[in-house]
Structures are given as C-alpha cells and as structure tokens.
C-alpha cells in the first residue's frame, strides 16, 4: 500500500513538475543505495558523496556500513523500493529517522544471501539534501542518437555457422548461452543512461563482437588524417565526439592568417562556451574534477560537489562549434606562414610586449585576448599566457607559461629546435575553456608539462601538431592526447623516433564526452606511463597508469569517452602499468593500434585489450613479430562486469606471456576475445581463467542466470605452443558448469586452432 501511494505521488508531481515547465523537481537526496538480499532483509549496499556519508566509502559520521540491514524508515518498514520512492517524494531539508541494525561483518566485496547481525537496533536522524547538487550526468536523458552503421560483414559473428566463430559456437550448443549473455549488455546500455554516452561505446554494447570492425571503421579514418593533417584530425574528433564538423565558408575561401585567428577563431569558440562560467571557482572546478582519480575510483570527499559541477557544466558546451572554431589553418596560413605585412602597425615595439617576448619581433598587434606577434629567426622567447597567438619563421625558441592560459592560444612555428613548457596545472598545448593549436613545422622538438599537457583539453580542443624530427614529449596526467569535455589530439608526422613519457591518463585517453588520441606516422617510438602513481590494490612494485589508449568515466557520475594511440609505423615499445594498452573503464572505449614493426608491449593488471566495469578495449597490431609480456591479472584479451576486451594480432609469429584472467579471460558477464590470425605463435599462461577459459560470475548471475564467454582464436601458421595443453588444429570448449554453486563457474569459452 505505501509503495503504490508514493509511486502515485511521485508521478503526480513529476506532471505537476512539466506543466510548471520544469524539467524535473529538486528531489530530496540521502546518499545510499539499498537493496533485498534472497533473504528478504533490505541491505545499505553502497554510499554515495551525501547527507549519509560525505566520504564515499570510507567512514562516516553515522557509522553506517555495507552491509548495515534496514529496519525502518521514519517508524516504518521498508523494502529496497519503497525506501527510494520515499526519499524521493521528500523536500531537501526533510528529516527523517532512520532505524538499523549493523552487520556482523561489515564492508564486504559482496551482498550476502542472509546478512548476519551483531547488536540492536540503532536510530539516526538525518537531514536531505538537494539530490540536483549530487547527480552527474549518468541518469539524464541521452543527447546522442547517431547509429554506427558497418558496412563489411563481421569478423566474429557468433550465431553465423558460416563464420568460424559461429560454427565453433554451433558445435558446442552455446547459442542460447550467448544470447543471454548479450541481453545483459543490452539491459545494461537501455537501463543507464547518459547525455554524452557516445555512440561509438553504444555500438560496443550493442554488439560487443563487432569490436575488430569497431577498429577498422576507426583505422580507415586515420588515411584522412595523414592526406590532411589539419582538417583531417578536426573532422575524426567531430565524428567521434558525435557532432559535424563545419568549417567557416568565407576561411575557405581565403583570409589572411591575422582575420583568422583575431576574428574566426575567437569569435567561434566563444559561441561553443558562451553559456558555460568562466570565473577562477569553475576552472578551479574542473582541475579539482582531473585529479579525482589519482586518489579514487570514486566521486568523494569533500571536493565531491564541486567536481560533480564541473561535470554539469558540460551540457553549456556547444560541442560541434567547439571543435569547427579550429578552421581549415592551412588554407589560411600556407606554407610560409603568412606575411608580417599583415600583422598590425605597432612599431616600435611596445614596452608591454617586451616583457613578454625576448629577442627580435617584427611586427605585433593587440587583441582582446592578447597579443598577435610575428617574431624573427632569432632564438625567440615568448610568455603565452599573455600572448594569444605567434608565428614564428625560425630560429631554436622556447615558448613558456607564467600563468593558466585560458581560452585560445595559436603558435605557428616553422622552423628551429623548439622547446615548449607551462606551469604546474597547465603543460604546453593544452585548451581550457577555448581552443589550442600548435603547428611545428621542423627541428627536434621537447614538449615538457605536468597536467594537461600536450594536445590535452578539458571544455576545449587542443591540436599538437608536429611535423618532423626526433620529438619528445612529457606530462603526468590527462596529457600526451587527452581530453574531458572536447578533444586532445597529438599528430607526430615522418619518421622520427620519438619519445612519450607519463605517469596517468595519458597517451591517448578520453575523459567524459571526451576524445583523446596520439597519431604517430613512423619512427622507432617509445611510449612510458610506469610509474610513480602507486597501485590501486596496494600491490608492491606495480604502478597505476590509466594509458595508452584508454577510455575513462567517472563511475555513478559520468559515462566515459573514447581514447585511442595509432602508431604506423616502426618497432615500438610500449611500457606501463595497471588500467593500460587498449582499455576502458566504465561506459568508454580504449584503442591501442600498431600498423607496422616488430613492437613490444609491456604491461600489469587489467591491460593489452580489456574492458573493466562496463566498457571496453581494444589492442589491435597488424603486422610483424610481436612481444607481449604482462603480469598480476586480467590482461590480453581480458573482460570484467559487463565489459569486454579484445587483443587482435594480424600477423607475424608472435609471444604472450600474462598471469590469471587473461589470453581471451573474462568475468562477471564479461566478452573476452584474444585473435591471432597468422604466424607461429607462444601463449604462456599463469593462473586460472586464461587461454579461452572463464572465472567467475557471481557479480549479476542471480538477476541475469548469464555467463561470461571467452575465446581464444589461433588462424594459421604452423605448430602453436600453449601453456595449458590447448591442441592445435582443434575446437575445444572450455569450462564447465558447477550444478552445486553456478554463480561461480568458470564458463563458457572456446579454443579455436586452425
């Protein structure tokens, strides 16, 4: 009966709510989700930044812990349901008495069937909040409906006895198992919604084996890329961030370079954020929102409202403006870099600029947003955080920062060994509310920052573009390619060899709506994310990362986007820790992708094609004799919690070394896929729930009856060797059902070897 009358009213004033002209009312927030056990008991399963508990998950001032049993709520019983329709039809101020009984053994990883108690009851009195102030953008109606359409037949198609996947699946009758697997991924994309969930990370849940032609759909937009670096890398960011990139109609025609950047790009970005604060308090916002994961998973603390705004901000963004404000430069500015005729007539010099420019300039003029200069062959210095935008015609140059530039900032260097530094909070090429370009033209270059930090962005869009030499480039987080809020992208063009170093959520990761990606052309290239960020399970020696092609959200709060690294060309190396190498974490996508050489991957848990906490990952090599080593757990083709992984290695006579839950591994309703299609290949593997065989699923299994599926594929070449005693030339199904304790079964999974 009270369930039915709060459902009533709660729909009454949700339609009172619309014909006010609201959009939803200020609910009453407490911070706690509960759920019914199979026994009956109604459980605190989680707490949330909140009235209840403004630590997330450590302790709180009520002593409240998972898996604490509710007794009553304001003097009466109720199940989980119930209590969310109440708290939902109270006012924020509300009080009301909660009664409960703590749980003999408290913060467990899991719900128990029967919670056992220890003690009496005990009541605690609090007051609600406004739940607008504690909801992110997950919950909120989608502001994406594109559909990614594929056009070639799938590579794995498991319900097609035509394709080798789906006869596999045929003779081992595990048709009706897949399709309840798959019901969960669909469940899960309907039930959670997002204004920015992409449709690229829709489509992966929609059809998880499709990831390889996920890959390729994204690899065949790279050629546009290298055809027109400028355009071509504007128009891959508007497609994966979901909007159309349109470029001015008079810049095409032809304006000189001082109109474009004065005029276009000011005026184009500040229609993109015109809506969105611009004040110390958001920018402090936003950074406060970039360092929430160097210390949690989690949205908490007591810096948890204010990240929590930073994410509301981003439905201000007019994103396709955002990433069309960028023009067409080249057009503009052509090959010599535009005249110094035709920047201002401020001459002499200025004492203002001079203190922000050492060596000789040629011409400069005043913006709204800064200085315009045009400097000389000297070894120029320049200070941009007062300096909107600078061309460049030679000479070695620094171009530094003694302050947060914010808003849009050009540099147009043609040639020289050219190095680039920022502050603390801000490295060099990097967009904070505006946009960001660099376009370096020759010479070894270094490219030297901490946070945001070379082609990074966050309600910005930031292009590094680098076109020749022997590069290095550094930053510690959100940089090398990153983006929270728009798009981050680092194009290094020839043959260089080239180094990347960082420490987390660098090189190629994209944030919430998103797209971070690096772009290398050719070269023997080094990529670092090892260290010193320690582990996030406490695990001596082993470092976070978050790296190298990974897409990442912040759980409860914010879908992800989507990140990618494209090397295409040479023998790399690839180094990093956990959460690295082609992988997501919650509602996001991750690409690693190597097209050429004889590369070696070296990584920890959860890496080298993982998806983790509904997302996914993919680790695509094309071609040669590839090294991947990786230890700890969960890696090379390695699923957990509605998630899925790929590692597809297209040619060569390959090794793979990896520890549990790993080689085509999954978990907890996971996809979990390792293909090699060709070469004579080495799997050694340590640990259980590897090579094609599944863990556990305890996590959804009583709400779903689902398992996960794992797959190990071997195409071609000669006499493969696997650790586990898998037999070449041969389908074999893996795992079995355990009657006694389902939950925990290590099914289903397939070898396949031809």
């Not at 929590?308 to 503009?332: M, Q, T, W, Y």
């Amino acid at each position: 009966m009270l369930r039915s009358t709060l459902s009533i009213l709660c729909a009454f004033l949700s339609a009172l709510c619309a014909l006010c002209g609201y959009s939803q009312i200020d609910e009453g927030y407490i911070g706690a989700r509960v759920v019914d056990n199979a026994s009956g008991q109604t459980v605190f399963s989680w707490f949330y930044p909140g009235p209840l508990d403004g630590a997330g998950l450590q302790s709180n001032p009520f002593d409240l812990h998972r898996p604490d049993v509710l007794k009553s709520v304001d003097g009466k019983a109720m199940n989980a349901e119930e209590f969310n329709a109440y708290i939902k039809s109270l006012a924020p101020g509300t009080q009301v008495v909660i009664e409960y009984v703590k749980a003999a053994q408290r913060d467990t990883a899991n719900i128990p069937e029967t919670v056992a108690t220890d003690g009496e009851a005990m009541t605690i009195t609090v007051v609600l909040e406004s739940k607008e102030e504690y909801t992110g953008t997950i919950g909120r109606p989608r502001s994406i409906t594109r559909e990614i359409e594929f056009t070639d037949p799938p590579l794995l198609d498991p319900f097609d006895p035509q394709n080798v996947l789906g006869a596999a699946v045929a003779e081992h009758r595990l048709q009706e198992e897949i399709e309840r697997l798959l019901k969960v991924f669909d469940d899960t994309i309907e039930e959670t919604t997002d204004t920015h969930m992409l449709s690229h990370v829709r489509a992966a849940f929609q059809e998880p084996f499709r990831l390889a032609d996920q890959q390729l759909l994204l690899q065949g937009e790279l050629q546009n890329v290298l055809a027109d670096p400028f355009e071509g890398s504007l128009r891959l960011a508007a497609s994966m961030l979901d909007v159309e990139y349109v470029p001015d109609v008079v810049t095409s025609r032809g304006i000189g370079v001082w109109d474009w950047v004065s005029s276009r790009v000011h005026h184009r970005a500040g229609i993109a954020l015109a809506s969105l604060p611009r004040d110390p308090h958001a920018v402090a916002h936003a950074r406060d929102l970039l360092r929430v994961p160097r210390d949690s998973f989690y949205i908490s603390g007591s810096s948890a409202k204010a990240s929590i705004s930073a994410i509301n901000n981003s439905a201000k963004i007019s994103f396709g403006e955002l990433v069309s404000a960028l023009e067409p430069a080249d057009r503009v500015i052509g090959r010599n870099g535009g005249s110094p005729e035709s920047v201002g007539i401020n001459l002499p010099i200025p004492e203002e600029l001079r203190a922000l420019v050492d060596g000789q300039v040629l011409r400069a003029s005043m913006h709204d947003e800064g200085w315009i200069v045009y400097g000389s062959d000297d070894a120029n210095r320049y200070d941009m955080s007062r300096i909107f935008a600078v061309v460049d015609p030679g000479g070695d140059d620094e171009y530094y920062a003694s302050d947060l530039c914010i808003g849009n900032r050009i540099i147009i260097d043609l040639a020289g060994n050219d190095t680039y530094t920022g502050t603390p909070d801000q490295g060099p090429g990097s967009a904070i509310l505006g946009v960001s370009f660099i376009d370096d033209r020759a010479g070894n270059d270094t490219y030297n920052g901490e946070l945001l930090s070379c082609g990074a962005a966050i309600y910005g869009v930031s292009l590094l573009l680098d076109r020749g030499g022997d590069d290095t480039y550094s930053g510690t987080d959100w940089s090398m390619g990153a983006a929270v809020y728009g798009a981050g992208m680092l194009i290094d063009l020839g043959d260089g060899n080239d180094t990347y170093t960082g420490e987390f959520l660098c090189q190629g990761v994209g944030g919430p709506r998103g797209f971070g990606a690096i772009i290398d052309e050719g070269g023997d290239d080094v990529y670092r994310a090892n260290g010193p960020q320690p582990s996030m399970y406490g695990t001596p020696g082993v470092f976070a990362s978050f790296s190298q092609g990974v897409g990442f959200g912040y759980r409860n709060y914010a879908a992800g986007g989507i990140g990618m690294l494209s090397d295409l060309g040479g023998n790399d190396r690839y180094e990093s820790g956990e959460f690295s190498q082609g992988g997501a974490y919650y509602f996001a996508l991750g690409i690693l992708h190597d097209a050429a050489g004889n590369d070696e991957y070296i990584g920890n848990r959860y890496g080298q094609g993982f998806g983790v906490h509904q997302a996914f990952g993919i680790l695509a090599d094309d071609a040669g004799d590839d090294v991947y080593k990786s230890v700890t757990a969960a890696s090379q083709g390695a699923a957990w919690d509605i998630g899925a992984g790929l590692l597809i290695d297209r040619a060569g006579n390959d090794s793979y070394t990896c520890d549990g839950l790993g080689q085509g591994g999954a978990s907890m309703q996971g996809i979990a896929m390792l293909v090699d299609l060709g070469g004579d290949d080495r799997y050694n593997a340590s640990g259980g729930a590897t090579q094609g065989e599944s863990g556990g699923n305890s996590y959804h299994f009583a709400e779903t009856g689902a398992f996960s599926f794992s797959l190990l594929w071997d195409e071609g070449g000669g006499v493969d060797f696997f650790s586990r005693g898998r037999e070449n030339n041969k389908v074999t199904s893996t795992g079995v059902v355990n009657e006694a304790d389902p939950a925990n079964s290590g099914a289903h999974g397939l070898v396949i070897d031809r």
